[in-house]
C-alpha cells in the first residue's frame, strides 16, 4: 500500500502514519474507494496522489501595483538645450561624444563658414564706422561751442554715433556669441550636463540653424506613458513607479483625454541615480496605497472555485478555499485582502491539489 503524503512546504512533507492508513483501509472497506475529510469551509488534502506544495506566507504590503504600462525613458522638458550653427559651413572638428557629460561652454564642435568670416569683416566695418562717427560728433560739439556751427549739426552727429554703436554692439554679439575668429565658428555647450544626442560628424555640411547636437541636464530619470482613462481617477501626483527595481514618482498626470487611445498622458521622475538611456522602452509599474488589511502574495497563489477567486490557505491542519478581493498585480505578485498576514499559502501545484481536495 502507497503511503500518503500531505505537503506543507517547499521541502518538508508529512507522511500519515498508522492512524492515517489505518482510516484509509478503513474507507477502502466500507466501499468508499477514497480517503477524504470535508467540513463546509475547509477540506484536507487527499491520500490517493501524493505530491509536494510549495508554499509563501502573506506578507504585509503598504503599496500595491495598480497596472504595469508601457513607457518611454525621456527628458525633463525643462532641461534640454539645442546646440545650432549660427552660419552655414562645414564641420571640421567634433570634441565630444554621444553620452558624454559637458559643462556649459565647452566646445562641442569646430566648422568653417564663409558667411562666419563676412561677420569678422562686418565686424572690423561696424569698429571703424563708429569711430568715424565718434570723431565727428566729437568735431561737430566743439563747432557749436565756438558758435561756427548750430547746434543741430552736433544733435545730428551724436545720432549717427548712436546708429554706429548699436551696428557695431550687434555685430559683436554675432561673432562673439557665434566664437567666429578668421571664419572659424566654434559650437559651445549651453548648459552643463550629458550630449543625448550628436547630429555631426567631421566633413560634414551644416545649415544655419541646424541642430548639431543636444544637451540635457544631469539630473533625475524622466519616464512618459500612456494611462488608461478609466484608471486616471485612481492614479496622483505623488503615486510611486517602479521600472526595473528604479522608483520614482508620478510628476505629472494629464487631464486632457486622447480620442484615439481613450488614455492621458503620465510622466515620472525616477530617483537620482538611475542610468537608463534616452529613448528606452521600459515596463513601469504604478503603485498605489494598499488598503490596511491587504497582504502581498506571489501571482501563482491565486486559483478559481465555483466562480471566485480564492487563494489556498494552511488553516488548522487543513487546506482551505478562501475567496479573496485583489487590490493589484503585477507579473510576480498579487496584493489581496481576505488573508492575514503570516498565514501560509499554497504556492504551486494548485490544480492537483485541488482535485485532491475535491473542489
Do not use: C, Y
Not at 492508513?21 to 488534502?45: D, H, M, P
Not at 500595491?64 to 525633463?76: N, R
Amino acid at each position: 500500500m502507497k503511503k500518503a503524503v500531505i505537503a506543507l512546504g517547499r521541502s518538508k512533507s508529512i507522511v500519515l502514519g498508522t492512524v492515517g492508513l489505518t482510516a484509509v483501509a478503513l474507507a477502502i472497506a466500507a466501499g468508499s474507494g477514497v480517503f477524504a475529510r470535508k467540513t463546509s469551509e475547509s477540506v484536507a488534502a487527499s491520500a490517493a496522489a501524493p505530491f509536494e506544495v510549495k508554499t509563501a506566507l502573506a506578507r504585509e504590503v503598504e503599496q500595491a501595483p495598480l497596472v504595469t504600462l508601457p513607457a518611454t525613458i525621456t527628458s525633463s522638458a525643462t532641461g534640454r538645450s539645442v546646440v545650432t550653427a549660427p552660419f552655414d559651413g562645414l564641420v571640421v572638428r567634433v570634441d565630444v561624444l554621444e553620452g558624454q557629460s559637458v559643462r556649459a561652454g565647452q566646445p562641442i564642435a569646430e566648422m568653417f563658414s564663409p558667411a562666419g568670416l563676412q561677420a569678422g569683416s562686418a565686424l572690423a566695418q561696424a569698429r571703424a564706422e563708429m569711430d568715424v562717427a565718434a570723431a565727428a560728433a566729437t568735431r561737430a560739439r566743439t563747432l557749436v561751442a565756438e558758435g561756427i556751427v548750430a547746434a543741430a549739426r552736433a544733435e545730428e552727429a551724436d545720432a549717427r554715433l548712436t546708429q554706429a554703436r548699436a551696428a557695431l554692439g550687434e555685430q559683436q554679439r554675432l561673432v562673439q556669441g557665434a566664437g567666429v575668429s578668421a571664419g572659424r565658428v566654434i559650437l559651445r555647450a549651453p548648459i552643463s550636463g550629458r550630449v543625448t544626442q550628436l547630429h555631426v560628424q567631421a566633413g560634414q555640411g551644416l545649415t544655419a540653424t541646424t541642430p548639431a547636437a543636444v544637451v540635457d541636464q544631469e539630473g533625475p530619470v524622466w519616464i512618459e506613458a500612456r494611462l488608461p482613462g478609466t484608471l486616471a481617477g485612481k492614479v496622483s501626483v505623488g503615486d510611486l513607479v517602479d521600472v526595473d527595481g528604479r522608483r520614482g514618482r508620478v510628476t505629472v498626470v494629464g487631464a486632457a483625454l486622447d480620442p484615439a487611445s481613450r488614455s492621458v498622458l503620465l510622466r515620472a521622475a525616477l530617483d537620482d541615480g538611475a542610468v537608463l538611456p534616452l529613448g528606452a522602452l521600459v515596463q513601469a509599474v504604478v503603485l498605489i496605497a494598499a488598503p490596511e488589511n491587504a497582504v502581498e502574495l506571489p501571482i501563482q497563489a491565486l486559483t478559481r472555485t465555483s466562480g471566485d477567486t480564492v487563494v489556498l490557505v494552511w488553516r488548522g491542519g487543513l487546506w482551505t478555499p478562501v475567496p479573496v478581493q485583489i487590490v493589484g498585480r503585477d507579473n510576480d505578485i498579487v496584493v489581496v485582502t481576505g488573508v492575514a498576514v503570516g498565514e501560509k499559502v499554497a504556492a504551486s501545484d494548485l490544480v492537483s491539489l485541488k482535485a485532491s481536495l475535491g473542489i
